[in-house]
């Protein structure tokens, strides 16, 4: 008996060992979940209300802005609103203007055009090039080409964009155009009649802001297809940037270029009611960092940095507090009983009241070592191809990031993104 217990016992401890065997493997802490991966930046975009392109000015730089755009229409991603200052403006109206199956190949039209030169001498300039690109390519050699496409920005002007008058402004009648500006842009207004469509912009559901200054009262103005009808006039006014380019009359008053108040039209864009969800892409063309000068040439191009950066970052850091403000101004509002709130008190807050939220998205052109105080107006056509290689590359890179896109919780409000200061994965 003792021992068919003995043999029956057995198989019940080599269970009973088996289960305490499965038991400690299930409670083992189980492995770590992986964090969802975040949506594709095209597919983000789509959560929000408008997605917007804004364009700073900054002349021959502006080719960085076509770079950007590029890589956000190669991501699927379509702006729905273009805003944009001196050559931002005309890169939003060329945008705003053509059908989206188009837009590349217009911009690149127009900087293909721009970045000839107005005189008799585009065989040279192609022999230069020609040069140029048989050699390795080095600093001191891009320096002094950069130098030789602004000298001959000023000597002879760009092909349909601007050529030099006939007399010094100095010997012009006074109050007239020629007495007020070395240039003559009507280049430029045959350049953008031919690739823009202001009848599409005007009754088609993208929407086109350009500022411009009003030279008589100092006030700064934005023309905004959603309030008014844009026309040609609008952009040309907000590049008109003296001396160089003479005032350009809107409605019976003088408007020069919107850069001389304000080159980025941010603010406007995010201020605007009513607000809605908002993806903004802020692509800048110039950076308010930079180092401390050594020279006199130095000098001008870091006026000419902080001067026109516009304070961006200032300005988005004041947005993001006030929308955050207007959040939590809500939030404290449904902690307090109705009875305690006067009607009046309530009207009086409504408009400070908001629960939308702002992703935005900055890119910023970083001037190369070799590029000098001239760089704006240094359009020569392989100038052009490195800043437009350059905003693609940075938009590509942040396209890299979908995590950007993602829009940030209500109770947050605001959150700005940047490749060059968050440049690694986290």
């Known amino acids: 008996m003792s021992d068919a217990r003995g043999r029956r016992a057995a198989p019940r401890k080599k269970v009973a060992r088996e289960r305490a065997a499965v038991g400690n493997v299930a409670r083992k802490p189980p492995p770590k979940m992986r964090a969802a991966a975040s949506p594709t930046p095209a597919k983000s975009a789509q959560s929000y209300e408008t997605v917007a392109l804004v364009l700073q000015g900054g002349g021959a730089l502006g080719a960085y802005q076509c770079g950007v755009y590029q890589a956000l229409h190669g991501a699927g991603i379509r702006p729905g609103w ?38 008799p001498f585009n065989g040279a300039a192609e022999a230069l090039r020609q040069m140029i690109a048989w050699l390795p390519p080095n600093g001191a050699l891009s320096a002094w080409a950069g130098a030789m496409s602004a000298l001959g920005a000023i000597a002879q002007g760009q092909r349909g964009f601007f050529v030099p008058r006939s007399l010094p402004p100095f010997g012009a009648t006074p109050g007239s155009v020629a007495a007020t500006s070395f240039y003559d842009t009507a280049p430029l207004k045959q350049t953008l009649e031919r690739l823009v469509d202001f009848d599409r912009i005007n009754t088609g559901d993208v929407r086109l802001t350009v500022g411009a200054t009003n030279v008589a009262t100092g006030n700064f103005r934005y023309f905004d297809s959603a309030k008014e009808r844009i026309r040609l006039e609008h952009v040309m006014a907000s ?53 401390v000068p050594k020279t006199l040439l130095d000098v001008l191009e870091r006026q000419k940095d902080i001067q026109y950066s516009s304070r961006t970052r200032l300005g988005t850091d004041v947005v993001a507090a006030r929308q955050r403000l207007r959040n939590s101004l809500g939030l404290l509002l449904e902690q307090i009983p109705s009875k305690y709130l006067a009607p009046a008190l309530l009207a009086d807050l409504k408009p400070w009241l908001c629960d939308r939220v702002f992703n935005i998205v900055h890119l910023i052109y970083r001037a190369k070592p070799y590029e000098e105080q001239f760089k704006d107006y240094a359009f020569g056509a392989g100038t052009m191809r490195e800043h437009w290689e350059g905003g693609l590359e940075d938009m590509r890179r942040t396209l890299g990031r979908p995590e950007f896109f993602v829009p940030p919780p209500r109770e947050i409000g605001v959150v700005t993104h940047d490749i060059h200061r968050n440049p690694s994965k986290r």
């Open 82 to 119: 273009f805003a944009g200052t001196s050559i931002g403006a005309i890169n939003a109206a060329i945008l705003a203007g053509n059908a989206p199956e188009r837009r590349i190949e217009r911009l690149e039209e127009f900087w293909n055009t721009i970045c000839e030169p107005a005189g």
């Open 239 to 291: 590049g008109a940037l003296p001396p160089a380019f003479a005032a350009v009359d809107v409605d019976g008053e003088p408007y020069w270029d919107g850069g001389i108040v304000s080159n980025t039209p941010l603010e406007y864009l995010l201020e605007s009611e009513p607000r809605r969800d908002t993806l903004v892409f802020q692509v800048d063309l110039w950076s308010a960092q930079g180092i």
